[in-house]
């Protein structure tokens, strides 16, 4: 949908930074409206969900991402890895760490606008969350059963550092 939009409808030239942060806009914006039809299927007001806010606000954090990127090529020469050749393509670990702050960070910054008008609703909204095991149990001992499911699902998905 978005390269219909961005390639045909606009005519923007490919490869350039407007089609690109153009194509990324709408692919948020999309999925921010399906996000909204889905806190409407749970009975959550257009009023209280900030979806529409929320993930078109993404794209800003990655075009800061870019940005910093950018000017770390440009004032940084490049350097090569220990034990292998000058194939610069895959980012060194400690970059790809940076890379996993960053995103749990901006996720982190911009879900509260997403999640927050929700708690103000009146009333328990059990259709989010019907059963919680924090209630339960408390929040310390799902700590480790979390961070064991992610590792188990990272291991599982083949995901990388």
Request: net charge negative; aromatic share 14%; charged share 15%.
């Amino acid at each position: 949908m978005s390269n219909f939009v961005t390639r045909d409808v606009l005519r923007l030239p490919r490869p350039s930074i407007l089609e690109r942060y153009t194509n990324i806009f709408i692919v948020f914006f999309l999925s921010g409206i399906l996000h909204v039809l889905t806190d409407r299927i749970q009975a959550i007001p257009f009023e209280y969900s900030g979806a529409i806010i929320m993930f078109p606000t993404t794209v800003f954090g990655i075009m800061l991402e870019d940005g910093v990127q950018e000017l770390w090529k440009r004032f940084n020469p490049p350097a090569t890895k220990a034990g292998s050749s000058n194939d610069d393509s895959a980012p060194l670990l400690w970059q790809r760490i940076v890379g996993h702050i960053w995103t749990l960070t901006w996720l982190a910054a911009v879900s509260t606008y997403y999640f927050y008008p929700i708690y103000e609703l009146p009333g328990e909204l059990t259709t989010l969350v019907p059963l919680s095991l924090t209630e339960k149990v408390g929040l310390q001992p799902l700590g480790p059963v979390v961070l064991t499911a992610g590792l188990v699902v990272g291991y599982v998905f083949g995901a990388e550092i």
